[in-house]
């Protein structure tokens, strides 16, 4: 597990160092730098993934580097990333009496090991996609761990989506848009899914389609899924059923586009969580978009499950609900409460700051920070004024 994240020079950040945990949400304004912190470990994995970056002395002739624009993220430059207002090396700078170049650095602690990445930037070449990163650590877990990311802008309902073995079945990779999704769960509908704290009670077996029922039928009661392959074509086909619950007794098979936006945005989020290993990192933007609040709620007491079983998750977040499901797995015991983090990203005129509540073995927040999803109250208060 990465249990401290520090980035120096990284887009939004001058310098910023955030604990994580099993489980942390990073909340708060927009624009305040969320995204930016699952992009850098977005472009660590990126780099080592395109062979980039390399455990130090195995290649030694090789420039290792940070790739700005690959599969996960795509970064621009070397200036867009560089942060404006630079952080520079003044002890160095002292040291041999001249200036150095901008750098940009990340350093996670991962299993108790500091690894640490510091990449040059070069004036000369502002527009490069690629940062020269000098004397490379260990291969980090984060190159080799199994890893998902999922996107705010993910698949939409379609009538297909891709067929790519190499992707969903070889790697085992949802797609930044959760676009090998349907693909994935053809091929794995049957596999055991080895985790009780994400059993539900009403699955009808610990199966990853019947768990996948399971889970989705808190966003929609009696819907199941069907993934399955379209013969001859290199695309894959979603469709629902409605099992005669929520008012809905339809008895044919719906495709994704007659059935509304929010279960096919919320599948890969589900996918990602159900097969979480002990070892995976798991990024994602917004998992509540398109959904409604009891949903919001329920996706978080999944997220809660996951980080339960060992699993890291880092989770960009707007919803007060997905906060509240969390609080509420803590309350009941689900997850301990050290194990959710939580990060709230404000502005305080010259920048972002970020305040870090925690929650108590009750699901209370202990020092609640103002602005801190406090909209509610706010809006209830000038009601009743
Ligand atoms: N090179 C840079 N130097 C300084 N600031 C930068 C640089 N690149 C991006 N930024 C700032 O970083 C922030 C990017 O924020 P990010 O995309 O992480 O927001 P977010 O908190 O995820 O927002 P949202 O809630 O809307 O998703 C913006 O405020 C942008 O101005
Ligand atoms: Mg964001």
Redesign the pocket.
């Known amino acids: 597990m990465i249990t401290e994240l520090t980035l120096v020079n990284f887009?939004?950040f001058r310098r910023i160092t955030l604990p994580l945990g099993p489980l942390t949400l990073?909340t708060?304004?927009?624009?305040?730098?969320?995204?930016?912190?699952l992009?850098a470990l977005a472009m660590i994995r990126q780099s080592y993934d395109a062979g980039e970056l390399r455990g130090i002395g195995q290649y030694p002739e090789s420039v290792d580097g940070f790739l700005l624009n690959s599969e996960l993220v795509q970064l621009g430059t070397a200036?867009?990333?560089?942060?404006?207002?630079f952080a520079r090396a003044r002890e160095l700078e002292e040291l041999i009496g001249r200036p150095t170049p901008p750098y940009v650095a990340c350093l996670i602690k991962q299993e108790g090991t500091l690894y640490g990445w510091g990449a040059t930037y070069d004036s000369s070449q502002p527009d490069q996609d690629m940062m020269a990163v000098w004397m490379p650590p260990e291969t980090a877990p984060i190159a080799y761990n199994p890893f998902q990311y999922l996107h705010?802008d993910r698949i939409t309902p379609a009538v297909t989506y891709p067929r790519s073995h190499h992707i969903a079945i070889a790697r085992g990779f949802l797609g930044v848009r959760g676009e090998h999704t349907v693909n994935y769960l053809r091929h794995h509908a049957e596999d055991l899914v080895d985790a009780p704290p994400l059993w539900h009670p009403r699955a009808i077996s610990p199966q990853l389609l019947d768990l996948a029922n399971a889970w989705m039928q808190e966003l929609c009661p009696g819907v199941n899924l069907q993934a399955s392959a379209i013969e001859g074509t290199d695309y894959v086909r979603l469709s629902y059923g409605f099992g005669g619950t929520a008012g809905i007794s339809a008895t044919r098979r719906r495709r994704p586009t007659n059935v509304g936006f929010g279960l096919t945005y919320a599948l890969p989020v589900v996918i990602a969580c159900l097969t979480a290993r002990p070892d995976s990192l798991i990024l994602l933007?917004?998992p509540e978009a398109h959904l409604h609040p009891r949903g919001q709620s329920r996706l978080a007491a999944l997220l809660s499950a996951t980080a339960a079983t060992g699993a890291q998750l880092v989770v960009?977040t707007?919803s007060d609900h997905v906060l509240n499901g969390v609080r509420l797995a803590v309350k009941q015991e689900r997850l301990r409460p050290e194990r959710a983090v939580v990060h709230y990203?404000r502005g305080n005129g010259a920048g972002t700051e970020v305040v870090s509540p925690r929650i108590d073995k009750d699901g209370m927040i202990e020092q609640w920070p103002e602005g801190f999803f406090d909209e509610w109250e706010s809006s209830l208060d000038q009601l009743l004024d």
């Open positions: 887009k939004a990073l708060g304004l927009n624009s305040s730098g969320k995204s930016s912190v992009q200036q867009d990333v560089l942060h404006e207002d705010a933007e917004n960009e707007h990203f």
